[in-house]
């Protein structure tokens, strides 16, 4: 699974964001399709943020790799290169940086923090 978070959108209406979902959904499936991985879940969200983008203009990508077993480094930079794209269609102004992290299956389970 492949999780994609874009923060610091600026406001839209409800339209436009869903067509911004679709291309952005569209734009990695076809990265991780050619990769070999045709059944890959890919999940989009826009978190809200309290920074506002007119504030200066950034929009950050960031990408949770669930397992990072499945996907190389090459992969990683045209899965970003293909969102960057995708945003820069929308917003040519903006400057859109990105990180990219792995999922740690501990990050996922229930700890007892006492031990």
Known sequence: MLIIKIW??????????????KNLITAAQGVTE???DENREVTCIF???????????????????????????SMEGR??????????EKFPE???????????PSYGKDRNLSQ
């Open 94 to 104: 903006a400057h859109i940086d990105y990180v990219a992290c792995p999922f740690r």
């Open 79 to 88: 899965l970003i290169d293909a969102l960057k794209t995708v945003l820069r």
């Open 47 to 73: 978190p809200w943020d309290d920074v506002p983008f007119e504030l200066d203009g950034e929009i950050v990508i960031e990408v949770i790799f669930l397992n990072m077993l499945e996907y190389t480094g």
């Open 34 to 36: 050619s990769s070999g």
């Open 8 to 21: 610091r959108l600026p406001k839209m209406q409800e339209k436009e964001l869903h067509e911004l979902h």
